[in-house]
């Protein structure tokens, strides 16, 4: 990559000088400090971003949040993110954040679940670019370091797209990471490269691409059509916690290595274990690991059958058979690149009465 403009932080030196940069995304109820962990012994991204932080008039950082950042045992650099508009508390939490070794402050412009653009933050702030320039300015100032956003390409168009870039150009934001598609588009459409590329010519600062990097190959492809300096992924590390390895691998023009079903089996082992918790109940640990597992499955067969006896398991018993009969009947199957055709994750469809208001996996699907 090259050198940073004048007057821009230097990012964290990446795991391969001179490759495109790997981040893991944002996920609600996802990127805590187990899961960072668990990606990180199958090959750490360059970067982790932490589950957003609220900040309204009564938040304060939340305790789980903050323990991704202190206790983060991985060796990558941590950026914390937040998600609000009231400019005197982001400012006052980005104080409170300073005193953690974080690698940057992250805002949160993309956000596109309705309880939470609703009001008027994450993406619903996309629907006012005058807003977003005051916060930028605000947020700026208040970081010494580096200050990145990560924000979609519109609210339901792209008619203040151009606008937003020139104020990450104007308030010199460090990274800039980029999702194709607008918010009412969820994750349903298809991503629009083209934009991304628009924001890469537009800003002076690097800019990650997001949105279906489903595999090393999409990702080598995505950084040649669009020029960023690299890929954001967020569910698909759900599903194959190898890729940010693999993308390295195919970043140096070296062969992908394979990811067997025994090598999906043991993921899905330390991910249990990684994820207990003693004041959790089987049943509400086995139904949040269902949630993971339904990314999982849309790579282990194609006619979705590990999917289809997964999600009709209620305890640790029933999943691990499910997991033995499924995984290691034939272990040396190789586990899919990209997802299979036609398999759907629905993870909101394990808790129905879910009340999160955030990008969880309740609304992340694919």
């Known amino acids: 990559m090259s050198a940073s403009p004048p007057g821009l932080a230097p990012l964290p030196p990446p795991i391969i000088a001179g490759q495109p940069s790997t981040a893991l995304a944002p996920m609600q109820d996802v990127t805590d400090l187990a899961f960072m962990g668990v990606i990180a012994t199958f090959g750490a991204p360059d970067y982790f971003f932490t589950e957003f932080l609220r900040v309204h008039s009564q938040s304060r950082p939340e305790r789980h949040i903050l ?112 999702h194709g598609r607008t918010v009412r588009e969820m994750y349903r459409s298809e991503v629009r490269y083209d934009e ?53 691998e195919a970043f140096g023009g070296q062969p992908v290595t394979p990811v067997t079903l025994a090598d999906v089996h043991a993921y899905i082992r330390l991910l249990y274990r990684a994820t207990a918790d003693p004041a959790i109940p089987e049943r509400a640990h086995v139904n949040k690991m269902k949630k993971y597992l339904n990314f999982v499955g849309q790579g282990v067969d194609p006619e979705g059958a590990f999917l289809h006896a997964m999600r009709r398991v209620q305890g640790e018993a029933e999943l691990f058979a499910v997991c033995d009969a499924h995984l290691l009947a034939r272990p040396e199957i190789r586990f899919a690149d990209e997802p299979y055709p036609g398999v759907i994750a629905r993870p909101n469809c394990e808790t129905p009465d879910a009340t999160s208001d955030g990008c969880s996996l309740e609304t992340v699907t694919a």
Not at 72 to 84: C, D, E, K, S, Y
Not at 87 to 113: K, M, Q, S
Not at 150 to 155: E, N, V
Not at 222 to 239: F, K, S
């Open 67 to 178: 323990r991704s950042i202190d206790e983060n045992a991985t060796g990558r650099p941590v950026f914390a993110q937040l998600i609000g508009e009231d400019i005197f508390h982001l400012e006052r939490t980005v104080r409170d954040l300073l005193r953690h070794p974080i690698a940057g402050i992250d805002l949160n412009l993309g956000c596109p679940a309705p309880k939470v653009y609703k009001k008027n933050v994450g993406g619903g702030l996309l629907r006012d670019p005058d807003r977003i320039h005051d916060i930028l300015g605000a947020l700026r100032a208040a970081c010494p370091g580096r200050f990145t956003v990560k924000m979609r390409i519109g609210f339901e168009d792209t008619r203040h797209f151009a606008r937003i870039l020139d104020s990450v150009n104007h308030h010199r934001v460090d990274l800039l990471t980029v």
């Open 196 to 248: 991304i590329a628009r924001a890469v010519a537009a800003v002076r600062c690097p800019v990650l691409a997001n949105g279906n990097v489903t595999s090393a190959a999409a990702a080598v492809r995505i950084v040649r059509e669009t020029g960023a300096a690299g890929v954001m992924i967020g569910r698909h590390a759900i599903r194959n916690p190898w890729i940010f390895r693999q993308c390295r």
